[in-house]
C-alpha cells in the first residue's frame, strides 16, 4: 500500500468520526482539567495533600471513594497504614525512608525538580485489594524541617497485582531519573548530579 492509500484508508476511517449537534460541548474549567488528568494516569485515582509535620492529611480528594470506597475525611495515616497489605508495608517505610535520604542528598536548587513513585496494595473498603501507584512530590520545604506533598494515587491492579513493589526517582526540568530503584542495593551508590 502507497502512503497516498494509506492516508485515504486513514481519512476513510475517520469520516465516521460520530458528529456533534453543537459547535463546542460546554464543559466548565474543572471538568477539562479533570478530563486531562484521566489522560495521563493509567487508572482511576485520587490525590491527597500530606504534612509531615503534622502528620495530617490535609486534603484528600473526593474520588478516593471511587478508588477505595472509603470517604476523603475517613482515614488516617494510622488507618492507612492498617489496611496497608501486611507484606507491603515494609517495603513502603523503606520506600519513605529511601526517598529521605534522596531528597536529603539534594542540593536547594533541586529539591523541587523531583518527584518519586512507588506502589503497594491496599484494603479497599469491601475487603478487596487493590494496588496503587502513588507518586509524591514536594509543594513546600519548612524550615525547621519536613514537607507539604501532593500524592497522586491511582489504580493499577490490572497491571499488576503481585511482586514486589518497585521505587524510583523521576527527574523533572532536565534532571536524570532513577527507576526500579533496589531494596537490597546500596543507595547511597546512586550518585545524584550537582549543577555547577
Known amino acids: ?29 474543572e471538568a477539562i482539567v479533570k478530563k486531562f488528568l484521566n489522560l495521563f494516569h493509567p487508572g482511576e485515582f485520587f490525590y491527597d495533600f500530606f504534612n509531615i509535620q503534622t502528620l495530617s492529611l490535609e486534603y484528600v480528594s473526593p474520588d478516593i471513594e471511587a478508588v477505595l470506597g472509603y470517604a476523603p475525611d475517613e482515614l488516617t495515616l494510622s488507618d492507612f497504614l492498617n489496611i496497608m497489605h501486611p507484606d507491603d508495608r515494609d517495603y513502603y517505610i523503606s520506600n519513605e525512608k529511601r526517598a529521605t535520604e534522596f531528597f536529603g542528598k539534594l542540593p536547594q536548587e533541586k529539591l523541587m525538580k523531583y518527584k518519586f513513585s512507588h506502589d503497594f496494595r491496599i484494603m ?73
Open 1 to 29: 500500500m502507497k502512503k497516498n492509500d494509506k492516508i485515504d484508508v486513514l481519512k476513510e476511517i475517520w469520516a465516521n468520526i460520530p458528529k456533534s449537534e453543537t459547535e463546542q460541548i460546554p464543559l466548565p474549567p
Open 124 to 196: 479497599h473498603k469491601n475487603g478487596t485489594y487493590k494496588r496503587l501507584l502513588v507518586q509524591v512530590i514536594p509543594v513546600h520545604f519548612f524550615t525547621d524541617g519536613g514537607a507539604r506533598t501532593l500524592s497522586v494515587l491511582t489504580d493499577i491492579s490490572y497491571l499488576k497485582m503481585h511482586g514486589r513493589p518497585q521505587l524510583s526517582f523521576i527527574g523533572m526540568e532536565g534532571e536524570p531519573s532513577f527507576y526500579n530503584v533496589g531494596h537490597d542495593e546500596a543507595f547511597r551508590a546512586v550518585s545524584i548530579p550537582v549543577s555547577k
